[in-house]
């Protein structure tokens, strides 16, 4: 069985195609999905993936929340579906109460692009088997609305609850709450992070890592981890 | 028609790096003793019909799902517009 993984494309989506080719990567088979129409096609997963949907106009991810196929996605989500929402995804996540917070302008108010340490908190989500807790991982970041905010009940909710995916390392790049760069839904199967692991899943074009410049892969390991997920309970 | 105002403001625990901004342009362009800036939003809604406590109830609502996020913002008013000042 190959995992049929749903990519979302809204107006103004970036990075569907990327996000495709990184479930291909992986071994899975992308399924475009159109924010219009309120059909998944019988995926397995779905990935929102990043950009700027709607034009972020009013708030990143306000208006992308009322798009027909959204109430698909938060159904299947509450039954369990492996959703992964990438930077604009996230945001998404958060305006359809997915994910509890919300992301505000960057602290410092630039716009950013950098290669992104981070520290995999949690490793049993659906997007994060195949790392281990504590891991540290390199994922390209890009964005200017990164700043994750909710208010002190909800951090302490989210650490004491272990969901806190993913944290910043050595440098908070946006100001965000606690270092927090990703969160999960209290079932682990909703995961939301400002970095984008489809831009480190292939060498060549990924993030620099130790060995080699643009070798980077790290962000290949949610991809795997959510078929590892699918076809051990398949 | 009518047309109701809606003000939206950051919450003000949460910190609003655009006020910040503007806040320390100020004096350089001589604007001095201006302690904080806050930056929000105003929306005009005009409606068909008059502004009814029903369309006012309507829009309150909207105010709340779509056009502020509880988590970060707060609706801080919400009003018919003077026809005198429009």
Not at chain 1, 11 to 26: E, I
Not at chain 1, 106 to 111: G, Q
Not at chain 1, 175 to 186: K, L, M, Q, V, Y
Not at chain 1, 188 to 217: C, I, K, W, Y
Request: hydrophobic fraction near 45%; aromatic fraction near 6%.
């Amino acid at each position: 069985m190959t995992a049929r993984v749903g990519v979302v494309t809204f107006p103004g989506t970036l990075d569907d195609r990327d996000a495709a080719r990184a479930v291909r990567l992986a071994g899975g088979e992308p399924v475009s999905l159109f924010h219009a129409e309120a059909d998944l096609k019988d995926v397995d997963a779905v990935v929102l993936p990043g950009g700027f949907s709607y034009g972020d106009y009013l708030r990143a991810g306000a208006i992308a929340r009322f798009a027909p196929i959204m109430e698909k996605v938060v159904d299947a989500a509450h039954g369990g579906m492996p959703v992964l929402g990438i930077c604009n995804g996230f945001q998404v996540l958060t305006e359809v109460h997915l994910l509890p917070g919300s992301m505000i302008k960057n602290e410092h108010l630039h716009f950013i692009c950098r290669d992104q340490v981070l520290r995999v908190e949690n490793a049993d989500t659906a997007w994060t088997g195949d790392f281990e807790a504590g891991q540290q991982i390199v994922i390209p970041l890009k964005n200017q609305d990164g700043q994750y905010v909710a208010d002190d009940a909800t951090l302490d909710m989210l650490e004491g609850e272990g969901r806190v995916a993913f944290r910043y390392v050595g440098w908070n790049p946006n100001g965000s709450r606690r270092d927090i760069a990703g969160i999960t839904n209290e079932r682990g199967n909703v995961v939301g992070l400002m970095p984008h692991p489809e831009h480190a899943v292939e060498p060549g074009f990924g993030p620099d890592s130790r060995e080699q410049g643009r070798a980077g892969t790290d962000g290949l390991g949610f991809f795997t981890s959510a078929l590892a997920g699918l076809l051990a309970s398949a | 028609m009518a047309t109701i105002v809606v003000h939206v403001m950051p919450k003000p625990e949460i910190l609003d790096p655009q006020g910040k901004a503007v806040g320390s342009a100020l004096p350089r362009l001589g604007f001095e003793g201006v302690a904080q800036v806050r930056q929000g939003r105003r929306f005009e809604l005009t409606v068909d019909g008059e502004a009814t406590d029903e369309v006012l109830a309507k829009v309150r609502e909207a105010a709340e799902t779509l056009l502020s996020n509880p988590v970060i913002e707060d609706v801080v008013e919400v009003a018919v517009l003077d026809e005198a000042t429009a």
